[in-house]
Nanobody, 123 residues
């Protein structure tokens, strides 16, 4: 069982930056692949980024490549999402998710989810 708690959301202007954190409970965090997803009002949840258990492999949605960076610190049981050059279309609730072992890009492939943190980018 893994419990996830996101933090770091907020209101930023276009072009600004935020760093989201996702703290995980449990002693097996380092065996889990982690993902970030987001859901804007009236839209379906979409994949943002994912990282494998070691941090050596990362994947990004095309819409965030070059602007967002996912990373993890297994000693702190935490995964991060550094978001730079934010745009109004990045406005959404951001969720972190965990699944054992293999990284994945589909929400249904993840077993554990956090409660989400709101990111709002003003134009």
């Amino acid at each position: 069982q893994v419990q996830l708690v996101e933090s770091g959301g907020g209101l930023v202007p276009t072009g600004g930056s935020l760093r989201l954190s996702c703290a995980a409970s449990g002693r097996t965090f380092s065996t889990y692949a982690m993902g970030w997803f987001r859901q804007a009002p009236g839209k379906e949840r979409e994949f943002v980024a994912a990282i494998n258990w070691s941090g050596g492999t990362t994947y990004y949605a095309d819409s965030v490549k070059g602007r967002f960076t996912i990373s993890r610190d297994n000693a702190k049981n935490t995964v991060y999402l550094q978001m730079n050059s934010l745009k109004p279309e990045d406005t959404a609730v951001y969720y972190c998710a965990a699944r054992p072992l293999k990284v994945a890009g589909k929400g249904y492939e993840y077993d554990y989810w956090g409660q989400g943190t709101q990111v709002t980018v003003s134009s």
